[in-house]
């Protein structure tokens, strides 16, 4: 008799904590960090909810939850200006780790300097952008160049001289100026006789 009255016990206190903790699914907060994120503009998406992250926020998190067993694709909408934007790790089913956290990676554009060369008819022109140690040098007859590491938008650049060519004397035009989100093409560099 004993064994048949605490069985239905056991069953109704079950029910309780069930319905005591509202007897539904687990959910899970979207979070997340972001690192070198400086400017406006980055839009986060996943699940049908877009988020739009401040300039220069470390973390985030999305304004709705997901419930045990949803897919979930974390993806960069839109990047920041001037910026790029990678998200680590973005795909997962809600569950399957003890919370969700989205890495997320950003860095500022670079774009390469350069322009044209005219007059050039001897080697040893080397080209320099500031304190930047890589060197662009010029071949005989060269009518182009393109410094060898790019510039961040943002830095100023200044393109000189370092060396000039064996039978020429060459001057920089348009050398200097801050890089935009694009390449710089307009540096003139002329060469004449010496």
């Given at each position: 008799m004993t064994k048949s009255f605490l069985r239905p016990a056991i069953v109704l206190?079950?029910?309780?904590?069930?319905?005591?903790?509202?007897?539904?699914?687990?959910?899970?907060?979207?979070?997340?960090?972001?690192?070198?994120l400086v400017y406006e503009g980055l839009?986060?998406?996943?699940?049908?909810?877009?988020?739009?992250?401040?300039?220069?926020?470390?973390?985030?998190?999305?304004?709705?939850?997901?419930?045990?067993?949803?897919?979930?694709?974390?993806?960069?909408?839109?990047?920041?200006?001037?910026?790029e934007c990678q998200v680590l790790r973005g795909t997962e089913t809600a569950g399957r780790l003890s919370s969700i956290n989205i890495d997320v990676y950003c860095t500022i554009n670079t774009a390469p300097v350069g322009g044209t060369i005219t007059g050039l008819k001897s080697t040893g022109l080397q080209l320099t952008n500031g304190s930047d140690p890589a060197v662009s040098t010029a071949a005989a007859g060269a009518t182009a160049f393109t410094m060898p590491n790019k510039v961040p938008f943002g830095i100023t650049y200044g393109i000189t001289v370092l060396t000039q060519p064996a039978t020429e004397t060459c001057s920089v035009a348009n050398g200097t100026g801050e890089m935009g989100d694009v390449a710089v093409t307009n540096v003139a560099v002329t060469c004449v006789p010496k």
């Open positions: 206190a079950l029910a309780l904590s069930l319905a005591a903790c509202g007897g539904g699914k687990a959910t899970f907060p979207i979070t997340g960090t972001i690192n070198g839009v986060l998406s996943t699940n049908g909810m877009d988020l739009k992250v401040p300039a220069k926020a470390t973390t985030f998190t999305f304004p709705n939850t997901l419930d045990y067993g949803d897919v979930y694709a974390v993806i960069r909408k839109t990047p920041p200006a001037h910026q």
